[in-house]
């Protein structure tokens, strides 16, 4: 494959190697699903990172059948609990479809606004960060002074100056902040307020964007500190960097490893037990095969996992049906396929007869 065809300059040449892929989905319902997990885990990912301020953030990510609804966290519920199961579907009137609790106002205001806006934008984060609320207070755009920035060259972040300051609970200061996103602003600077992201292609491109501006602003502010001028990247290699790191592939690709850690510690985090589709199994399974579970285990120990083959769950072994699932919902990742294992040998050991 030459670099012209392919996603990613990460990609190998050498064929027959594992390499992280997007998923692929049979139906919208299970692309909803996908999606609904990857957000969920995406507030335990920033409850991880110490992201969270109170009830002040929030994420959402557009429905695969109507774009014109989107998913989010509800309100007040601390981002270190939040399932799949939790999450509300919400129309750009701030109107719940689904789900029981109550929508963030401001997160309403503002997500629904840069979602109408921008039909090219399917995810978004924001939240109340430190450094993303330190530099926001400068009122400037970042530099690029690392590779880190050169991620967000050029058109690639914004500054809002609009509503500076005030906390956005109408709609029509939503609107003027949303307008100021550009179509292909990753991170968005509000002034006296903090970091907004988004994704083109995925919840996680827009969670990897939001922790990449967070840790840029946290480098500015320290080189800065340290009362020595800046080296700015020449614009040449700053345009470079940003033409090989800032594309929504490339993002997904980085936020693969926090995913990865984000399931291997929270695996309650895909519960999709209230409101599930009628006939499907509480995992979100929509065909499923009930082989023996230690075939299938060990099946799912090939080197094939990362092919997205995996599409099942077993309804025999139920501490292991969720983690099963979790593999065609999670791209089937080696750390988790790793975890699965060990679960599966100390299964084994606990369940084996003493005969000593
Ligand atoms: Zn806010």
Redesign the pocket.
């Known amino acids: 494959m030459t670099v012209a065809a392919k996603r990613s300059v990460y990609e190998p040449d050498q064929a027959g190697l594992a390499f992280p892929r997007y998923p692929v989905f049979a139906d919208a319902a299970q692309e909803r699903r996908h999606r609904r997990v990857r957000l969920a885990a995406a507030c335990r990912l920033f409850a991880d990172l110490g992201y969270e301020y109170g009830f002040?953030?929030?994420i959402t990510v557009r429905d695969p059948e109507d774009p014109n609804l989107y998913w989010t966290n509800p309100f007040a519920l601390e981002f270190g609990a939040v399932k799949a199961s939790d999450l509300l579907l919400v129309d750009h009137d701030g109107r719940v479809i689904e789900g029981a609790r109550a929508v963030n106002r401001?997160?309403f205001v503002?997500h629904a606004a840069i979602h109408a806006a921008h039909p090219g934008i399917l995810a978004s984060c924001?939240?109340?960060t430190i450094n993303g609320m330190a530099w926001a207070a400068l009122g400037r755009r970042l530099e690029p002074i690392t590779q880190t920035a050169c991620g967000f060259y050029g058109d690639g972040q914004a500054l809002i100056t609009e509503e500076a300051g005030a906390?956005?609970v109408e709609r029509g200061a939503g609107h003027s902040v949303a307008a100021a996103f550009g179509s292909d602003t990753k991170v968005a600077i509000?002034q006296n307020?903090?970091l907004f992201s988004a994704g083109q292609e995925s919840v996680e491109e827009a969670v990897w964007w939001f922790v990449a501006a967070e840790r840029a602003c946290e480098i500015q502010l320290k080189a800065e500190a340290t009362g020595h001028p800046l080296k700015l990247v020449p614009e040449a290699n700053a345009a470079h960097s940003a033409k090989h790191l800032a594309t929504p592939f490339m993002a997904w690709l980085h936020a693969q490893p926090m995913f990865d850690r984000t399931l291997r510690l929270h695996p309650d985090v895909i519960d999709l037990s209230t409101g599930p589709r009628p006939g499907a199994h509480p995992c979100g399974a929509s065909r499923i095969e009930r082989p023996p579970c230690r075939q299938r285990l060990e099946t799912s120990m090939s080197p094939n996992i990362n092919q997205n083959k995996y599409n099942y769950c077993i309804g025999r072994c139920e501490w292991a049906s969720a983690v099963i699932c979790c593999i065609s919902e999670f791209s089937c990742s080696s750390s988790l396929t790793t975890w699965i294992a060990s679960r599966y040998r100390s299964r084994r050991r606990r369940s084996r007869p003493n005969t000593t």
């Open positions: 002040a953030g929030h401001a997160g503002l924001h939240c109340h906390v956005v509000h307020h903090g």
